[in-house]
């Protein structure tokens, strides 16, 4: 088995959560759409306040070349047009949205398709038009991703290690979903005629594993790999790794290694948008942590807001001290429940303890950061220089190659804040690197 | 619901390790071998290891309180420290040495340069040196069951052989040295210990040790000799290697970060303690190589940045040119390193004549007053050893050819001043010698030797001697009292003489009776 050095084996708290078959919810009263749920430029509102909206209609338009449509998981009536809160802390302008409980559907939604006759431009075109993005947390629209050369691709990788830990809804999608994961695979491959599909799992969930090599049968092109369970195994320069040997850096794409690689709830929410003409406007949640009642996973409509999924799992047990949107390593601490669900949340986890919140002493050079940073950077050195805002010499030190997995900040026995330190130099360093241009 | 969210970057969790618990293991680890050293030596060496981890967290308390920092003792790295610095003292060491040590590790080398993780040097072998030349004599007398001897490894240096039972003695602890360096196999269990716990890495042990056994294989002289295998043994488990070996060389702050730079750093002090060890005069060999590799442990840090993941150099070159021409600009002027390394090198170069022109205008401007110190000490010497005399007179003759006509062999001996003493009405009452004996161990030991008419000893004493501390260095003490009141040829005991060799010093003994020999024959011949 093949696995890159460094890396961390935090608690996975995984078992909370898994065992719990994903349950559909419905949405209440009121949903929010921010038109910034990807990376790229925010997505165009192409409604008015008062206007009414259908299931699966596009209530924002993608504006600009990275960016992505935002479709409407309810329908009803705009209710306004404002900015709102969302997980990062930052207001975004959002379509508001009342329910109507009808779910009334846009034309054609729900009809199956065939997709052996549709040509590449189409295909890109319905992936585009379905608002599909990264739902791994980096929310990378899909379609930029599929336009890659079909000359240049031999492999699509889906992505089912799912390292972060407490997180359990590509478990549960592998379990509950696997003919649609194997079934969007398909539709990729189909496209990619010289590419053959890896779905890569992490060894610690091997009966989903087993599950989806049952289903892949004696089918050629298609293929399941077992992977290291270590954090970050997931993350794409790792997964890129582990899977094919081929090692990127930050100022290459997947593509340039020859690879494409989706989340599986991307390449189910690809599939859907492809045979079901479903587009992007669910997706699986897990609510989990030591403060919540029922850690559980949900098939939650996009825009409902924290609070409605938080009780519909009962709530919290005991007053959570942090609640985090994603994953514990590399999620983001909210303020406030009241901000809706977007393509990238995986999930809601409230933990009753703030491990981050320790008081950082003095350095001890002790290496172990070292020893963990996958991208073999020395984050003590660079987080230093970080600190002292020698962008230059944090250039010199591979700094902009950092993935911000946070592995340095989770070993560091005096609580440092090495990967928070480095991440806001990482961003200001890339800036400068920019402007030399 | 706002007083239950606590917003912060990622990551969310931590894991358990702490620094305190790192300390901790050390500690622990070192326990064997300190519980050993106090088995060993006696209650009076706990008290030593037990003052010094008080001393140290005292004064580092002491400090941070006056500069009014936070107070981090309960972080431990304080007791650490001064525990190391009680396994580093002789078992029976005056406790003021120790606690000076403590003070100096924890206030000069630690705490002014920031506190726990900016020392520049190991705080408790910067305090094991400072002592070592502070109070050379009291830091390298030891004794075991009693009996002051030599340790194993300054035995090794005088006679040059090694014997299986040294080293079974090493290796149990069963020798004399330092509380805690004694026993072998306990410090290397301690080692294991922190290895399996994962405090230290094993590179830099494996590498310090291994680059030293291929430097004494190589350069000891016993390559292929009967005692070859002994000899190795006794040079790897003696003295402090084992001890700086994992609990020295490994400490975080004073070692390079990455798996490279450590390799690089545990050959580099492989190599000078080899080398301190077979070629120089001091068996403490390990405690300077240490300290020497802490200090260019930044260097090496600066040029060992390791390749990031996917940035092949080759391919990066590649991946920028395809993008934009203008990419490369800031790329080559972030790889222009070579000025830096030009200026710094010339900053070093001049930093060297500087401060070489400065030594050598201090020398010429104290020379002289340098020489007359040292006359003036020579004619307050032939007083000494020449009771009686209140004048002294040169004598001129060609003594070399009078000692060559001596039956004995004393060596490679160089006479200066002979002169004839006399006292207050003129009458001569006897002769000083001022000779010197280049066999020493550690080279020249000059001394006056003063003798009365019948060519009986009168007094003997040493001016200038460079031999091993603890050892040859003891001779003032040792040997030279023994020859006042004797005439004749003098002999060591075992060569059926009456004079008693310094233990563990032969050839400093040696020298020193070669030369009085040469003196008397001198004395006793020179106006005949």
């Not at chain 1, 799992?201 to 790999?225: C, F, M, P, T, W």
């Not at chain 2, 830099?204 to 680059?211: A, M």
């Not at chain 2, 080899?274 to 001091?282: I, L, P, T």
Request: glycine share 10%; proline share 4%.
């Amino acid at each position: 088995m093949r696995f890159f050095k460094g890396g961390v084996h935090p608690y996975d708290g995984k078992e909370l959560s898994k065992n719990k078959p994903v349950s559909k919810l419905d949405a209440g009263e009121e949903l929010v759409f921010p038109m910034q749920q990807h990376i790229g430029a925010p997505a165009a509102p192409c409604l008015k306040k008062g206007d009414s909206v259908l299931v699966g209609q596009i209530i924002g338009t993608a504006s600009g070349f990275v960016s992505a449509n935002i479709l409407s998981s309810v329908s009803g009536t705009v209710k306004a047009l404002e900015p709102r809160a969302i997980d990062n802390g930052t207001k975004v302008m959002s379509v508001v949205v009342t329910n109507d409980f009808e779910y009334r559907t846009v034309e054609g939604f729900g009809k199956d398709k065939s997709y052996e006759d549709m040509d590449r431009d189409s295909f890109l075109e319905a992936v585009k038009n379905a608002g599909i993005v990264g739902m791994g947390g980096a929310n990378f629209p899909a379609h930029i991703k599929l336009a890659a050369d079909p000359e240049k691709i031999d492999r699509i990788i889906v992505n089912a290690s799912e390292c972060e830990p407490y997180l359990t809804s590509d478990y549960r999608a592998m379990l509950e979903r696997a003919e649609e994961i194997i079934g969007g695979l398909s539709v990729i491959l189909h496209f990619f005629p010289k590419a053959s599909g890896v779905i890569a799992v992490e060894d610690n969930k091997s009966d989903a594993a087993e599950h989806i090599q049952s289903l892949i049968g004696g089918q050629k092109n298609i293929s399941l790999k077992v992977l290291q369970t270590k954090y970050p195994q997931g993350a794409e320069r790792m997964l890129i790794y582990a899977v094919t040997g081929r090692q990127i850096n930050s100022k290459m794409l997947p593509a340039d290694a020859g690879c494409i690689v989706h989340n599986i709830d991307t390449v189910c929410s690809i599939y859907r948008a492809i045979c079901k003409s479903i587009p992007s406007i669910r997706r699986i949640i897990t609510v989990t942590g030591d403060a919540i009642t029922n850690p559980q996973n949900f098939d939650a409509p996009l825009g409902m807001s924290f609070r409605e999924v938080v009780d519909a799992a009962g709530g919290f047990k005991t007053n959570p001290q942090k609640i985090i949107s994603g994953g514990p390593m590399m999620g983001k601490s909210i303020s406030s429940l009241d901000i809706p669900i977007t393509k990238g949340t995986t999930s809601v986890l409230a933990l009753t303890k703030d491990q981050a919140s320790a008081k950082s002493s003095n350095c001890i050079r002790c290496g172990r950061c070292v020893k963990a940073c996958p991208e073999h950077l020395v984050p003590q050195k660079i987080s230093v220089l970080a600190a002292e805002r020698q962008y230059d010499e944090f250039i010199k030190w591979n700094g902009t190659e950092c993935v911000g997995c946070g592995c340095c900040s989770y070993v560091c026995p005096a609580k440092r804040p090495l990967s928070q330190e480095i991440s806001t130099a990482r961003a200001k360093s890339i800036q400068l690197l920019k402007s030399r241009k | 619901m706002s007083d239950l969210m606590n917003i912060s970057a990622s990551p969310h969790i931590r894991d358990n390790s702490s620094v305190r618990r790192i300390m901790l293991d050390v500690i622990i680890a070192l326990m064997p071998a300190a519980i050993y050293g106090v088995y060993r030596f006696g209650w009076y060496s706990l008290l030593i290891l037990v003052t010094c981890i008080i001393a140290s967290m005292f004064f580092e308390a002491l400090f941070q309180k006056f500069s009014g920092k936070e107070i981090t003792v309960s972080d431990c790295s304080a007791a650490l420290t001064g525990l190391l610095i009680g396994m580093n003292m002789p078992p029976h060491i005056p406790l003021y040495i120790p606690i000076i040590g403590c003070a100096f590790a924890i206030i000069m080398v630690k705490q002014i340069f920031g506190g726990l993780g900016h020392n520049f040097m190991n705080p408790a072998l910067a305090a094991r040196c400072f002592l070592l030349i502070s109070f050379a004599q009291h830091m390298t007398s030891f004794s075991l069951d009693g009996v002051s001897g030599a340790t194993p490894l300054a035995m090794l240096q005088e006679t040059g052989t090694a014997s299986r039972e040294t080293v079974i003695n090493l290796i149990t602890g069963n020798v004399s040295g330092t509380i805690g360096e004694t026993s072998a196999i306990l410090l290397i269990l301690g080692g294991i210990y922190l290895v399996i716990r994962k405090v230290i890495s094993p590179v830099i042990p494996l590498t310090y040790l291994g680059t030293f056994i291929v430097f004494t294989v190589i350069f000891g002289g016993h390559l292929g000799q009967s005692d070859f295998l002994m000899y190795e043994l006794t040079q790897l488990f003696g003295g402090g290697l084992m001890i700086g070996s994992i609990f020295m060389a490994t400490d975080y702050a004073t070692s390079p970060i990455t798996k490279k730079g450590r390799i690089i750093y545990g050959v580099f002090i492989g190599l000078l303690a080899g080398m301190f060890r077979v070629f120089g005069a001091s068996a403490k060999g390990v405690s300077y190589a240490i300290i020497t590799g802490n200090m260019i442990t930044p260097l090496i840090d600066k040029y060992t940045c390791p390749k990031a993941f996917g940035v092949v150099r080759g391919k990066q070159k590649k991946s920028d040119s395809e993008t934009e021409p203008a990419q490369k600009q800031p790329t080559e002027k972030f790889r222009a390193p070579v000025s830096v390394k030009a200026k710094t090198l010339c900053a070093m170069i001049s930093i060297t004549i500087i401060a070489g022109a400065a030594l050598g205008y201090i020398y010429l401007q104290t020379k002289d007053t340098i020489s007359q110190r040292q006359k003036e000490e020579t004619y307050a010497a032939y007083f000494e050893i020449c009771e009686g005399a209140t004048e002294f007179d040169i004598i001129d003759a060609d003594f070399k050819s009078i000692l060559s006509s001596s039956d004995s062999d004393y060596g490679n001996i160089e006479i200066g001043d002979v002169l004839e003493a006399k006292d207050k009405s003129g009458n001569t009452v006897g002769a000083v010698v001022d000779i010197t004996s280049k066999d020493g161990y550690g080279g020249d030991i000059r001394l006056v030797v003063g003798a009365d008419t019948n060519s009986t000893v009168t007094g003997v004493k040493i001016l200038n001697i460079n031999e091993t501390a603890g050892l040859g260095m003891n001779a003032e003490r040792d040997i030279v009292p023994q020859y006042k009141g004797k005439s004749g040829h003098l002999d060591l005991t075992k060569n059926g003489g009456e004079i008693q060799a310094i233990s563990g010093a032969t050839i400093t003994s040696k020298a020193v009776t070669n030369a009085v020999n040469a003196a008397l024959y001198i004395i006793s011949n020179y106006n005949k």
